[in-house]
């Protein structure tokens, strides 16, 4: 954790550009934006309060961010909601929404994909989701859904 803006926070990420940085309030779990030259602060996003931010991450094009927003019930989590945030006006976009055990959501470098690892049963299952496209996931195989996320790209 650490003191930002007055309050104690999670989830720091400084914008590609290095203009902005956003960050989640521990207390609140709201999710704000610091304009770095004027330090400026705004309030993007506020959720619900059976739910908070686990994790935030800017997309290369710098105005927007990937917000995984963990829903629960009596105490147990139910649900992962993926979204996405713009920066700028503040409009936020539900893209997908994952049941279960998730260990990790993860950008693609482009900005394209996202991987979302999830314990089942005994298993690590990954999926691939298409950011423009939404709720369609692709499941990769059993053999290579054991390792890590790691985008790479051929030449």
């Not at 309030?25 to 770095?36: A, G």
């Not at 993007?44 to 963990?70: A, C, K, V």
């Not at 989590?77 to 279960?100: C, F, K, P, S």
Request: hydrophobic share 35%; aromatic share 10%; net charge negative.
């Amino acid at each position: 954790q650490y003191r930002f803006g007055g309050h104690m926070t999670r989830e720091m990420e400084l914008s590609p550009d290095g203009t902005h940085i956003a960050y989640v309030v521990s207390s609140s779990q709201r999710l704000m934006l610091v304009d770095v030259e004027t330090m400026e602060v705004t309030q993007l996003y506020n959720p619900l309060s059976n739910s908070r931010i686990d994790d935030i991450q800017w997309f290369p094009d710098g105005r927007h961010i990937l917000g995984t927003e963990t829903e629960w019930d009596d105490n147990v989590y139910v649900r992962y909601n993926i979204r996405v945030i713009d920066a700028l006006t503040g409009e936020v976009h539900q893209i997908g929404q994952v049941a279960g055990n998730v260990s990790l959501i993860q950008l693609s470098p482009d900005g394209r994909w996202i991987t979302i690892e999830r314990t089942v049963g005994p298993y690590i299952e990954t999926k691939i989701m298409y950011v423009a496209g939404g709720q369609s996931y692709q499941t990769l195989p059993d053999h290579l859904a054991s390792y890590k996320s790691i985008w790479i790209y051929l030449p």
